[in-house]
């Protein structure tokens, strides 16, 4: 398997030593990036040891088996932005796509993808700047979780995922919701988040819509992840108020789910 762009290789006898070239190098990349940008780079290592799975696995849930059906990725090409600890990229490759490219920011977190998941096209990429890596490609499912808050400007970075739709195209996203954003900075106060030191710019659902729109996709389907917080009920209620609930949630709970197509 070949790695483009994003990788090079060479022979050593019979074997292939794949290196990660950063598509920058301090060239390729439109602009200068900051600490706060690779902020994911410098815990790559050890960043699972302070995720929260119940929140992983009902965002994989929601947008990998709910939003996006098998024969929706099936013969598909797709376009992941944020590959993060890959547990995304894993379920959306099993359902066969032809083509799957994942990016991410973070070198590190791009290597360890690179070698769990070899015939996924692995590549460093900045989201607000994915020319030098894709050129004018287009896709037909885009996908990305919790990721546009961490780049400088999540309006440009949404566009820039809408961009990357084919016609007749899927785009599936999330992201933490505005109203929420007292809840970090409480926590933050109270120094009971010390690991990343990135970005949080966290839409507003309006504006979320509004984005999308704008970029010539039409809503099918939004819904709010976690109507209220997951630390503080028994999971199984968690799941039970967002059931019975899910078809308005999307203004209030604390992530924001969104299916949006582009018409042909």
Known sequence: VAFTNGFGRRPLGNAWIYMIQVVNERNEMSRELTQ??????????????????????????????????????????VFEAGCGLGY???????????RMVSIDIAQNLVSDLAKKLPNVDCKVADLLDLQPVLKDEVFDIVFSSEVVEHTPDEEKAVKALCSRVAPGGILVMSCPNRRWIWLLYLVNFLGLR??????????????????????????????????????????????????KIRSFNYPFACNLAIKAKRPQ
């Open 36 to 77: 706060k940008d690779l902020a994911y780079n410098e815990i790559a290592k050890t960043w699972s040891e302070f995720i929260c799975n119940y929140d992983t696995e009902r965002r994989v849930e929601v947008l990998t088996t709910e939003f996006l059906q098998p024969s929706e990725i099936s013969g598909k090409t």
């Open 88 to 98: 995304f990229t894993k379920e959306l490759y099993k359902n066969h796509p032809s």
């Open 194 to 243: 010390k690991n990343y030191k990135g970005y949080e710019n966290w839409p507003h659902p309006t504006d979320l819509l509004k984005w999308i729109t704008d970029s010539g996709l039409q809503i099918q389907r939004k819904e709010g992840i976690h109507t209220v917080i997951w630390h503080v009920l028994p999971k199984s209620v968690l799941r039970w108020i967002d059931r």
